[in-house]
């Protein structure tokens, strides 16, 4: 099939704007030729979110394409950590066969850190020799993100092993260091690690981009940076990308990383800068076949209205027009169930905590960020028992061991802000484990054993009420259309603030409380866990 699209063609690489005439045939750009006429509408690179878990949307990757390509996004750089953490390698082929259903560019990379330490229960373990063989197939682009960075500074020799096959395959490694600085950043870095996406300070990207890793500038549905760190797109152009990282199903709706671009162009930044940010820069880093718009490439682009607001008219990728005014062409996909999802119905009994000791250790929730704090309170003793103290907005929290019956573990976080109820979720980074905050026993036990009893999902419980997403697809995504699940995740996101949650988005914040690999203090199925010096520490200051 041929066809021919005249518009004004805004050449990233070259960094001009003309108009323009292009012909596509049989997938690909086969002439670019420039005319001398007014034309209202613009073509450039479409999007692509350069680190992004399509579990964390709770949508399998064939729904998620459905709707990214609407808001002009032609492909992900997708580490598929979540569902390896579930189900292994098994995890990753499922997520590459559903993806090869769909027209739009999915790129999946290696898992390096399943589990991500040694401090969790994960429902399965991807060791060096696994990794070999992923980085050996063509599917698998590059080593997923390094979240285990004292592995790499220390010598661990499992974590080198899977670093050296990296560069066995000629293939890049993506980095996780949030706050290394220093010789221990160097020692990192050195290793072959060759991006970052999670900078929250400006000092930190800024050591980071000097010693010439590649930056991500992510705004996700929790994890929100893009304030901090998009003045460095000015001094450092070749170096930053756009990424989201987590996007729940909600968000994704509303926008993917065309909200990137048109904040970064209303900032002033300039167009060709940020256009390479959304798409030239992570083609090059990854060696990717998407085109840009030059004849011989793959017909991959978009068309907008203009410049200053940027609504996506049309998506293509590989010459088929995919979306056109908010209508996506793709089709839902059926997606087969499986799970890994083992253990009983839990009682109030399960979480109560013995006092031992006048203070407690916290965890301190920080809104739009990953990282937490450690701070300290005094304990509120009730009938020999620690409990929450709502009145301060000091709450207990616990991972429930989804894969099999084991010892619930409890600690108490602050800046939930519920006044009653609780609210539970196994889409948990990184083991995805059932993590629940919540203001007495009672609905912490209701809201767990809902999500026990859907093998996986988010729930929210009070002594009236209880409600639940479903996720049958390792616990963690659901093969329901994304408007559904966007539906019943926003009348749960909406009831957790009713109930007193200050949070912009409260489940996916509740949702990295049991990652390890991001400081200060979180909690794993095993245990109050310090993220700073990778040990356990007690709930209670002795």
């Known amino acids: 099939m041929e066809f021919t699209v005249k518009a004004n063609l805004i050449d990233i690489i070259s960094k001009e704007t003309y108009s323009a005439e292009v012909v596509i045939s049989n997938k690909k750009i086969t002439s670019v030729k420039k005319i001398e006429e007014n034309l209202d509408t613009y073509i450039l690179p479409g999007f692509i979110d350069a680190h992004v878990h399509i579990e964390s949307s709770m949508l399998v990757p064939s729904e998620f394409a459905r709707i990214a390509v609407k808001h002009g996004t032609v492909g992900t750089i997708s580490d598929p950590h979540e569902i390896a953490n579930v189900l292994g390698v098994t995890g990753v082929d499922y997520m590459i066969h559903n993806a090869k259903q769909v027209p739009f560019h999915f790129y ?78 160097k020692t990192y870095f050195d290793a ?35 304030d901090t760190l998009i003045p460095l797109l000015k001094d450092f152009p070749e170096q930053i990308m756009f990424c989201c990282d987590d996007k729940h199903p909600d968000n994704l709706i509303e926008s993917h990383i065309n909200d990137h671009v048109k904040r970064a162009l209303k900032e002033g930044h300039d167009l060709y800068d940020v256009l390479r940010a959304a798409s030239y820069n992570v083609i090059n880093h990854y060696h990717l076949p998407i085109g840009l718009l030059k004849v011989g490439d793959n017909a991959d682009f978009i068309e907008i209205d203009n410049i200053n607001d940027l609504n996506i008219l049309k998506t293509y990728i590989n010459g088929e027009l995919v979306a056109e005014n908010g209508k996506s062409f793709i089709e839902s996909v059926e997606a087969p169930i499986v799970n890994n999802f083992n ?12 006092s031992e000791g006048e203070k407690i250790r916290v965890i301190e929730a920080l809104d739009g960020q990953l990282i937490t704090h450690e701070i300290q309170a005094e304990t509120l003793v009730i009938e ?3 409990e929450s103290n709502i009145k301060e907005d000091i709450l207990k929290i ?6 099999n019956d084991a010892p619930v573990a409890t600690a108490f976080i602050k800046n939930f802000g519920l006044k009653s109820g609780a609210i539970a979720s196994c889409v948990a980074h990184d083991c995805h484990n059932i993590v629940v905050v919540g203001t007495n026993d009672e609905d912490i036990c209701k809201a767990v054993n809902a999500v026990i009893k859907a093998k996986g999902g988010i729930s929210l419980a009070t002594e009236a009420e209880e409600l639940v997403l479903e996720l049958p697809i390792a616990g963690i995504m659901t093969d329901l259309p994304a408007e559904e699940v966007a539906e019943l995740y ?53």
């Open 192 to 226: 072959g690690i060759t991006t970052d996406h999670e900078c929250f300070g400006h000092t930190e990207a800024l050591e980071k981009l000097k010693h010439g890793v590649k930056i991500m500038i992510r705004e996700g549905s929790a994890a929100k940076n893009f």
């Open 398 to 403: 616990a991972v429930v061991n989804r894969y």
């Open 108 to 185: 999946f990379g290696a898992p390096s850190c399943v589990p991500a330490t040694q401090f969790e229960t994960a429902g399965a373990i991807i060791d060096s020799n696994d990794i070999d063989q992923l980085l050996s197939r063509n599917e698998i682009v590059y080593l997923a993100e390094m979240m285990n960075f004292p592995g790499v500074i220390y010598n661990d020799e499992e974590v080198l092993k899977k670093i050296a096959s990296a560069k066995k395959h000629k293939k890049p490694i993506d980095g996780h260091a949030p706050g290394l600085m220093g010789e221990g950043l």
């Open 343 to 354: 253990c009983n119905m839990k009682q109030p009994s399960d979480f109560k905590i013995k």
């Open 490 to 542: 926003i009348k749960l996101d909406r009831r957790a603030k009713e109930l007193g949650s200050k949070l912009r988005a409260p489940y996916m914040s509740l949702s990295f409380m049991a990652l390890l690999v991001i400081p200060e203090l979180k909690l794993s199925d095993k245990g109050l866990f310090n993220g700073k010096i990778f040990e356990f520490t007690d709930v209670f200051v002795k």
């Open 384 to 386: 020999g028992f620690a």
